[in-house]
């Protein structure tokens, strides 16, 4: 039987975000709020909040990684809350 389970995320959206600057947790990689805007319009970066951390997307991915070795996962599915959508990311064991 495959070992499952489901985490939390959202999108952080410049046109919702209230600082001035984002800034990755993991990694510290920072953007002015504007030019977070242009680089997510161009599908070029995305920062995610994940279990009270602001992730960009590689350091995002990483830490899915981390969890799902952490805790000897098969499947890792996280529901993704991206504005006023959501969709559910599956993650499969490598």
Same mark, same amino acid.
């Given at each position: 039987?495959?070992? /499952? !389970?489901?985490? /939390? $995320? ?7 975000? +209230?600082? +001035?600057?984002? #800034? !990755?947790?993991?990694? %510290?990689?920072?953007?002015? #709020?504007? @030019? ?5 319009? $161009?599908?070029?970066?995305? *920062?995610?909040?994940?279990? %009270?951390?602001?992730? !960009?997307?590689? !350091?995002? *991915?990483? $830490? =899915? @990684?981390?969890?799902?070795?952490? /805790?000897?996962?098969?499947? =890792? ?9 959501? #969709? ?7």
């Amino acid at each position: 039987m495959k070992k /499952e !389970c489901m985490i /939390e $995320a959202k999108t952080i959206r410049p046109t919702t975000y +209230k600082g +001035k600057h984002l #800034k !990755c947790d993991s990694c %510290g990689i920072r953007y002015s #709020k504007r @030019d977070y805007s242009i680089l997510f319009k $161009a599908k070029k970066i995305i *920062y995610f909040e994940l279990m %009270g951390q602001i992730l !960009c997307h590689d !350091c995002f *991915y990483q $830490a =899915l @990684d981390i969890i799902m070795q952490q /805790e000897n996962l098969d499947v =890792l599915r996280v529901n993704l809350t991206d504005g006023r959508s959501k #969709k559910i990311l599956r993650l499969d064991k490598k």
